[in-house]
């Protein structure tokens, strides 16, 4: 059993980006205390996986193959919400895009490509659960942005820094929109989280994954299943007072200021 206000039972929710990872961990959570689900991504493999994941929980689950990044394909995906369930009480968004290159040399073609993938999707796809979730009366949509949409990240982000910045006012202004008819918007902002390409990223790179430590006072690295009880936080009852919050996801990292050193030191 777990406390009533964590009770998803009788909810629907979506979940983008399911293949691995974050939106696999968060699907599962969801699941866990009681969701439906429509899950996606364009991983088919993946997104089965993760399907068969939550039907063994007893849950049920609609996998379905869109790309997130198309605006049509998102306005597909809320159809198909509306035809397999009639309701939508939770959406998670999690996929985001990062093409590295510095300012000086980025083109516009490339800026407007990861503001595509990064906010005007989740855009497009927190109007299409707003207007649903307004009709209801009641809802949560839940943006995954980064430490990158609140501090400088450097080393060629630029583009997609911008973006998550963007996706954390886009947060702040629907959920100042919305607060008053029932629905509610936070973001996630998390630092580095362990997945398979960012392992390899790290590895062929010398001093990355020690400098990444450096920055992060916990002293490890997030691994994705450590997302689960803050998106079963942000999704259910327990946070029906919370709205307009980009909630760190960085074992610390916001927190540290740049004179601070990391562990207990001798004055």
């Not at 979940?15 to 689900?37: F, K, W």
């Not at 998670?92 to 906010?119: C, F, W």
């Not at 020690?210 to 079963?232: C, T, W």
């Amino acid at each position: 059993m777990f406390h009533p206000l964590f009770d998803l039972t009788g909810r629907v929710a979506l979940v983008s980006g399911v293949a691995q990872n974050m939106g696999r961990a968060s699907a599962i959570a969801l699941a866990e205390i009681g969701a439906d689900l429509l899950i996606t991504d364009i991983n088919e493999s993946g997104l089965m996986d993760t399907a068969e994941i939550i039907r063994k929980l007893g849950r049920r689950v609609v996998p379905a193959v869109y790309d997130v990044w198309d605006e049509e394909q998102i306005r597909a995906m809320y159809q198909q919400v509306d035809q397999d369930f009639g309701q939508i009480d939770i959406v998670v968004n999690i996929p985001g895009a990062n093409i590295l290159g510095h300012p000086e040399e980025i083109t516009s073609e490339h800026l407007m490509k990861v503001l595509q993938a990064t906010l005007v999707s989740k855009f497009i796809s927190c109007q299409e659960a707003g207007r649903r979730m307004l009709a209801s009366g009641k809802g949560s949509i839940i943006n995954m942005s980064s430490i990158g949409g609140v501090r400088a990240l450097g080393r060629g982000n630029f583009a997609y820094s911008v973006g998550q910045a963007g996706v954390i006012q886009m947060t702040r202004e629907l959920s100042t929109e919305w607060a008053d008819r029932g629905v509610r918007v936070n973001a996630i902002a998390p630092a580095q989280i362990t997945n398979p390409g960012f392992d390899v990223r790290m590895d062929n790179t010398p001093g990355l994954r020690e400098r990444f430590l450096r920055g992060i006072p916990m002293g490890r690295l997030g691994v994705p299943g450590d997302i689960k009880g803050v998106v079963m936080f942000l999704a259910s009852d327990a946070s029906s007072y919370v709205t307009g919050t980009v909630l760190p996801f960085d074992g610390g990292n916001l927190a540290m200021g740049a004179n601070a050193t990391i562990g207990r030191q001798e004055a």
